[in-house]
Every structure is written in structure tokens, then in C-alpha cells.
């Protein structure tokens, strides 16, 4: 079941590639009206303005680096970033978006990577919250590899939030961390999706050796930063 839903769930963000970015900027199935969608886009900007304290560094790994949101952002912080993701489709839009030559794209299945170099700041977005519960660890494991010591680490991820998800979808917090996902089209897929409390993500992070601080906003978002120290 665990290689199964590891492949549906990549083709799910393949299919779901051109309609990604209605998530993000609330349009379309997503919008929820002009006051949810600004509390919002506030919480975004809480967790960005986060992100830009690190201030500036050489190089950025950034690991399901989808459609370009975060990379774009990552671009006022890292003078050389790595991007991966597994969908070829995502990287396209990613590309075509930000036309940079200090961006270095690589197709990769992150259940298959092995880290081949060490970076000054390792990034993720809602990534860890699609990580089955048994690869977290050795996950983990190689995010610890690909950060240098004393580099840094940030990562968000969603909080548990009904009016995050789109308007025809119910969001359950059941304890089943498979869920149903579906798009534009009507086509429906199973992905793997859980919600990490602060303490849990913390006790996570610092068994695999970072000094972070977990924080939340008050709706969507959980996000760590620190670095690395052992």
C-alpha cells in the first residue's frame, strides 16, 4: 500500500499541476470570500517575513519545490538554489515562471533521493505533511545530510483548517492519514496528508539534530526554523 500511494500521490500533483496555484492565491473551488481569503494571505505574509530574517546565503536546497511559490521567495535569500520535485509538470510551470540561471532543477522522487552535497539552508513547504509516517524518520534523516553544520532549516506546512481546503471538500482530522483529494475535473486521488502539532513537529526535528522554534499562525500554517548542530 505504502509504494502504491507514494505513486498516486504523484500523479496526483502531476495531474494537479496547472490548478495548483488556485490553492495558494484562493481562487476558483478555493476562494472563500474577500475577508477569509485576506486572514489568509496575512498568515502567509507572517511566515514569510519569517523565512526573510534568515537574511542572505550561498546555497539553497528546496525539496518539493512544486510550481514556484516558495522558490520565488527563495530567490531573495539564496544566490544559488537547488529545486526538486518529483513531477515533471510542476517543474515546467516552476521554470517557465521564474527564468532564472540561479536555479538548478532536478526531477526527483524524495523517497528515492540520496543527498549528494551539503547546502546553507534546506526549505520545504507543505511537504513533511505527505510524508507516511514510517519514511519520516529516515526522511529526516537526509534532510540532517544535506544541511552543513550549523546551516540552516526552515519548513511550513498546513495547520488543521476546514476553510483552507476547497468549497466542495470537507476536511476531516480523523487520524487516517490517507485522504482524498480531488480536482478541477472531478477525478479523485489518495494521498497521504498529516497535521503535526508544535511539540510533535519540535520533538521530530531535534531527534534528527536541529535547534528550532515551531511556531503557528492563528489558522493555516505551522512552520520551523533553526539549524543544524549535530
Not at 529545486?83 to 540561479?102: F, Q, T
Not at 526527483?108 to 510524508?131: G, I, K, R, T
Not at 537526509?142 to 481546503?165: E, H, M, W, Y
Amino acid at each position: 500500500m505504502k509504494a502504491e500511494i507514494i505513486q498516486e500521490q504523484i500523479a496526483y500533483y502531476s495531474a494537479r499541476a496547472e490548478e495548483y496555484d488556485e490553492w495558494f492565491y484562493r481562487q476558483g473551488r478555493y476562494d472563500r470570500g474577500r475577508e477569509i481569503n485576506q486572514l489568509w494571505f496575512d498568515e502567509v505574509s507572517i511566515v514569510e517575513n519569517a523565512l526573510f530574517q534568515i537574511g542572505r546565503v550561498e546555497n539553497v536546497l528546496e525539496l518539493a519545490c512544486g510550481t514556484g511559490i516558495w522558490t520565488q521567495k527563495l530567490l531573495n535569500i539564496g544566490n544559488q538554489i537547488t529545486a526538486l520535485d518529483a513531477s515533471v509538470e510542476v517543474l515546467e510551470i516552476n521554470r517557465s515562471k521564474l527564468v532564472s540561471n540561479n536555479i538548478v532543477y532536478r526531477q526527483v522522487d524524495l523517497f528515492a533521493w540520496q543527498p549528494d552535497a551539503e547546502y546553507d539552508l534546506v526549505f520545504f513547504s507543505f511537504w513533511l505533511s505527505h510524508v507516511p509516517p514510517e519514511l519520516v524518520d529516515s526522511f529526516l534523516k537526509k534532510v540532517n545530510q544535506s544541511v552543513r553544520f550549523g546551516g540552516k532549516l526552515f519548513i511550513i506546512d498546513s495547520r488543521f483548517a476546514p476553510l483552507s481546503t476547497a468549497k466542495d471538500h470537507i476536511l476531516e482530522n480523523d487520524g487516517n492519514v490517507y485522504k482524498q483529494r480531488k480536482l478541477n475535473d472531478g477525478r479523485e486521488f489518495s494521498i497521504v496528508k498529516i497535521f503535526y502539532q508544535q511539540e510533535e513537529l519540535k520533538n521530530k526535528l531535534t531527534k534528527f539534530g536541529f535547534d528550532v522554534e515551531v511556531k503557528v499562525t492563528d489558522n493555516y500554517f505551522i512552520y520551523a526554523y533553526g539549524h543544524k548542530i549535530d
